[in-house]
């Protein structure tokens, strides 16, 4: 099984400044099937990022993702008061499909 | 419009069974690989299951694997999961989504075990 380790637990940053999220596999991951996914309180995860760079209909171009085999980063250039929520990473690549434990990003 | 409706969650005694289900619309539902995802109450998500376009393959997490299984009826544009032997630690929200990258989520049907 690959293990997802991502960081920080927890990110404090002001609207308008960069985040940059990590996401650690145990283990190579398959073909970079590598998702992100952000999620708020009482609402379903939202796919931001597919393929590990690809971005998911709709997703602002302020959500970038990176990385191959086992690092990969997920970037929001400039954080606007509505990306203040809980990121996910998600392997696909090979079963056990798991999660990370996710990323706060709170506002400072 | 794109629509994933779940049903079927309610309360349930340890080791008792249950069967959720998950009514896709607004595309080609045999198009498409399908998942299960459960999230406990101020958890983060847990994959569960998914299964190929066709049904031919299946995937379980390791606390499932042999309690529940996963199905689909592309005919009814409907995903299926069936659980037994179900455990307090099985208590969540699920989620039906679409895809293995999930593109597309219900608003989650609530199982509790008790």
């Known amino acids: 099984e690959i293990v997802l380790t991502q960081s920080p637990g927890t990110l404090s940053l002001s609207p308008g400044e960069r985040a940059t999220l990590s996401c650690r596999a145990s283990q190579s991951v398959s073909s970079n099937y590598l998702a992100w996914y952000q999620q708020k309180p009482g609402q379903a995860p939202r796919l931001l990022i597919y393929?590990?760079?690809t971005r998911a209909t709709g997703i602002p171009d302020r959500f970038s993702g990176s990385g191959s085999g086992t690092d990969f980063t997920l970037t929001i250039s400039r954080l606007e008061p509505e990306d203040f929520a809980v990121f996910y990473c998600?392997?696909?690549?090979?079963?056990?499909?798991?999660f990370g434990p996710g990323t706060k990003v709170d506002i400072k | 419009d794109v629509q994933i409706l779940e049903s079927g969650g309610s309360l349930v005694q340890p080791g008792g069974s249950l069967r959720l289900s998950c009514a896709a619309s607004?595309?080609?539902?045999?198009?498409?690989?399908m998942t299960w995802v459960r999230q406990a109450p101020g958890k983060g998500p847990e994959w569960v299951s998914s299964?190929?376009?066709?049904?031919?393959?299946?995937y379980y997490a390791e606390s499932v694997k042999g309690r529940f299984t996963i199905s689909r009826d592309n005919s009814k544009n409907t995903l299926y999961l069936q659980m037994h032997s179900l455990r307090a630690e099985d208590t969540a929200l699920y989620y039906c989504?679409?895809?293995?990258?999930?593109?597309?989520w219900g608003q989650g049907t609530t199982v509790t075990v008790s």
């Open positions: 607004g595309f080609t539902f045999s198009c498409c690989g």
């Open positions: 989504a679409r895809h293995y990258a999930m593109d597309v």
């Open positions: 393929g590990a760079s």
């Open positions: 299964i190929s376009d066709s049904g031919a393959n299946t």
């Open positions: 998600q392997q696909y690549g090979s079963s056990p499909f798991t």
